[in-house]
């Protein structure tokens, strides 16, 4: 029998798979990412290399876009007829080293650069270099540029000299000469002199020498560039014969040459007759009297100054023996009755012409309303009467006034009245003095001729205009103020109406006290001497010599004057001063 045929189980064996391909692969991949990151550097590189260049091209065109506004701005400096070397619009190219800049100058105003010096500019400096272009705009705005002399509280081309006072200020002192101090002065001011500082009691700094000459305003009358022509040309006239002096007669047709004009007849009838007179070709005839309150009556309000002493003559002729006495009548605001100031009687003996002649002391409660001239008679028969005559007995010869009064941009008592709008007034008086006393001045005085201004008692003065000067004077100034305030209640007369406030406060009352403060600059071509009370805000500034003779003396000079010269007071042309600027990019 077959037996079948055993087989021996033989195990399998795993078969070995070689891995040599992916380590190639590996190896491929990383090389290409290598590859990739060293592509990405390189264009990193040319990127950043291109975007310095772009960097500093820009900062390169910049820089030529500046080089444009400091070139606009050199030739501005450089040339003062700079105006006339630009056209509006039109553009001035620079070429440099690689690129150029391009400058371009217009008027806001007017389109036209060259018409008016005060006109503002935009300056359009525009620089290329490379593929950039920059843009600079400059606004450049005209600021006026006080005088180096102005920026003083006393300021005298000769010599200040000061004596047995006391000086406080906040501004230096100027000689171009000498400052001397003497009898026991004290000077609390900083003092620079050409020549030297004299004496003792300066508290301050007090330096010899420096840079002279300073530059100030021309103070000659005449120059073309005097420091007084724009406001002599911007100012109402005030005639010197509408200015009261001594010789001033405060009655209107005296002598009845021209019948009885300005005569006004209260219970009675007035003519003019010829068949009687005394001095003249005619007299007035005072007829029909219904009682002794009859009088002819003239209007003399405007001449009036309270508290004043007047001399009042007329010849008179009655028809009976009986005294007669002048009379002023004043009706006041705060009078219930009218106040009658009467001079002594005088005697007129009947059929002949007898001269009264008499003071009389005007007086008023309040604000005056109005003042007559009137007769007192104690019977009321007929009289003639003519050459009347009024004359201020307080009043100098060859010397004109402006007393009692408010005068400014809202008012001018004087002549016909015309007002100007800035306050600005010029007179002139050849051959005489001007005194101004007792008044409240909102505005600027220019004193062309005269021998002479003095302001005495009390005075309140401010001009209108921005930093205004005061008072401009050709001839000598003097202050003899008082140590008194301005006083309503004492002139009889309102300051601050509604049309002229002061500090704010108006009202229609005569209560009202002022300082006796003058702000704003003094100027004279001669000498100033200070020898009262008043406060100032200067600069005080004299073509001659200045001297300070007052107890105490304070001037506190008005800081924003050095930003806001007024007319005459600053260089021209003015300097411009770059207020802002802008860059802009161009692509």
Not at 119 to 142: H, M, R, W
Not at 293 to 317: G, L
Not at 353 to 368: A, F, H, I
Not at 513 to 522: H, L, N, W
Request: hydrophobic share 35%; net charge neutral.
């Amino acid at each position: 029998m077959c037996q079948p045929k055993l087989h021996r189980t033989v195990p399998i064996r795993k078969l070995k798979f070689s891995r040599s391909g992916s380590v190639y692969i590996m190896a491929m991949g990383t090389s290409t990412i290598v590859a990739c990151l060293a592509l990405i550097g390189l264009q990193a590189v040319r990127v950043q290399r291109r975007s310095n260049e772009a960097m500093l091209q820009t900062v390169n065109a910049a820089g030529l876009a500046q080089c444009g506004i400091e070139f606009a701005q050199h030739a501005i400096k450089k040339n003062t007829n700079w105006r006339t070397q630009f056209a509006h619009g039109v553009p001035v190219i620079r070429n440099t080293t690689g690129g150029s800049f391009s400058v371009t100058l217009t008027d806001p105003d007017d389109g036209s650069i060259a018409n008016q010096r005060t006109d503002p500019v935009i300056i359009s400096s525009t620089g290329s270099f490379g593929s950039s272009t920059q843009k600079i705009s400059a606004y450049l705005e005209p600021q006026n540029q006080l005088f180096p002399a102005c920026r003083s509280s006393l300021y005298a081309a000769s010599m200040i000299r000061l004596s047995r006072c006391t000086v406080h200020a906040n501004q230096w002192a100027y000689s171009e000469d000498r400052i001397r101090a003497m009898n026991n002065s004290t000077v609390n001011m900083n003092c620079l002199a050409e020549n030297g500082i004299v004496g003792s009691g300066f508290n301050q700094r007090s330096i010899n020498g420096g840079e002279w000459p300073m530059a100030k305003p021309e103070l000659n009358p005449a120059s073309a560039n005097y420091i007084g022509t724009y406001y002599i040309n911007n100012a109402v006239r005030i005639d010197a014969d509408d200015l009261p002096t001594q010789e001033t007669e405060l009655v209107t047709n005296g002598g009845f040459t021209s019948n009885t004009n300005h005569w006004t007849a209260f219970g009675c009838t007035l003519n003019r007759v010829t068949n009687q007179a005394s001095t003249g070709p005619a007299s007035c005839l005072v007829s029909g009297r219904s009682s002794l309150d009859s009088t002819p009556i003239q209007n003399i309000t405007q001449h009036m100054v309270k508290n004043r002493v007047y001399r009042i003559s007329f010849w008179v002729r009655t028809t009976e023996d009986q005294d007669v006495s002048p009379m002023i009548v004043s009706y006041g605001s705060g009078d219930i009755l009218p106040t009658i100031s009467k001079g002594t009687r005088v005697q007129a003996k009947s059929g002949i012409w007898t001269l009264v002649s008499r003071n009389v002391t005007v007086t008023w409660s309040g604000t005056l309303t109005r003042a007559e001239f009137q007769i007192g008679t104690e019977r009321i028969s007929n009289y003639h009467f003519d050459s009347v005559s009024i004359r201020d007995t307080e009043r100098e010869v060859e010397t004109r006034y402006i007393e009692n009064v408010r005068l400014g941009f809202s008012n001018n008592p004087f002549g016909a009245g015309s007002v100007s709008a800035n306050g600005i007034y010029v007179i002139s008086l050849p051959g005489e003095n001007l005194v101004i006393r007792n008044s409240r001045i909102n505005g600027t005085l220019v004193i062309q001729d005269s021998n002479g201004v003095e302001f005495k008692d009390a005075i309140s003065w401010e001009p209108s205009g921005r930093n205004f000067p005061a008072l401009i004077s050709k001839e000598e100034i003097k202050d003899n103020t008082s140590g008194t305030s301005l006083d309503e209640s004492v002139i009889g007369v309102n300051l601050n109406p509604a049309d002229t406030p002061y500090q704010g406060d108006s009202n229609t009352t005569a209560t009202d006290q002022y300082p006796t403060v003058v702000s704003g600059a003094i100027v004279s071509s001669r000498d100033i001497r200070l020898e009262g009370v008043a406060s100032y805000s200067g600069p005080i500034m004299s073509d001659d010599d200045i001297r300070v003779d007052c107890p105490n003396l304070s001037i506190q000079f008005p800081s924003n004057m050095l930003l806001n010269p007024p007319p005459g007071f600053y260089e021209d042309p003015p300097k411009m001063l770059f207020n802002s600027s802008a860059y802009q990019s161009i692509p």
